[in-house]
């Protein structure tokens, strides 16, 4: 099994661009996530899928979208890119939500100027 | 929601010393307690968890204990190898389906 996976690893945007950053799993996973990382602040929830079709936000959505039209996928959208979303992005899939074991993708490293 | 604090942001040991992770945590309700390890390049990964019908928990040179009264609970490495150097992160329950993640340690283990 690949595990969590995510593309691309780099990706620097200009101001307004929009782009989408891919995640997928091959464990079967019914939830799945999204953080950011940035210095001094841990891993702060974007937003969360807890099954194919449902989606939910976390404590940061603000200039984020999502989908899940697959157990397998959850891409995250960012609409028009500014600065403030220079960070480390990390997809995180989870079998039982309720035991809270998550499993963490290698990250995305995005850079807005 | 839940509130986790983290303490200290850094931490250099030598190897062989001990070192010492606290978290606090606010919601008396929250009953599982996870540590992540986060290596260089890479996302984090599990690597011990305490529910909260244990005070510890050991695995092989890790241990965590949980202070339910004081609400925090620690992670402790013993002999410390050059392979600990990492983030280390603690997290608590955030309502069905979340986790509250403190800000991370970075531990350096000294030659």
């Known amino acids: 099994n690949a595990g969590v996976t995510q593309t691309p690893k780099f990706q620097v945007l200009k101001t307004g661009q929009s782009m989408t950053l891919q995640c997928a799993q091959d464990m079967n996973h019914e939830y799945m996530s999204w953080y950011r990382q940035d210095p001094g602040m841990g891993l702060r929830l974007i937003h969360y899928s807890v099954g194919a079709g449902i989606t939910d936000q976390g404590e940061v959505p603000n200039g984020y979208n999502v989908s899940r039209s697959t157990t397998e996928d959850f891409p995250l959208r960012l609409l028009s890119a500014a600065p403030s979303q220079t960070s480390v992005y990390f997809c995180a899939s989870s079998s039982d939500p309720e035991s809270y074991e998550q499993y963490f993708g290698p990250g995305t490293r995005l850079t807005v100027t | 929601g839940e509130n986790v604090e983290q303490h200290p942001s850094t931490l250099s040991v030598q190897e062989g010393d001990s070192a010492v992770i606290k978290c606090t945590y606010s919601?008396?309700?929250?009953?599982?307690f996870p540590w992540y390890k986060q290596e260089l390049g890479k996302g984090p990964q599990l690597i011990i968890d305490i529910r909260s019908n244990v005070g510890e928990k050991k695995d092989q040179r890790i241990a965590v204990t949980l202070n339910k009264t004081a609400k925090h609970f620690s992670l402790h490495i013993t002999e410390t190898q050059p392979e600990d150097s990492a983030v280390y992160f603690c997290?608590?329950?955030?309502?069905?389906?979340?986790?509250?993640f403190g800000a991370g340690t970075t531990v350096t283990v000294r030659a």
């Open positions: 919601d008396s309700a929250s009953n599982y």
């Open positions: 997290a608590a329950p955030r309502g069905d389906y979340k986790l509250s």
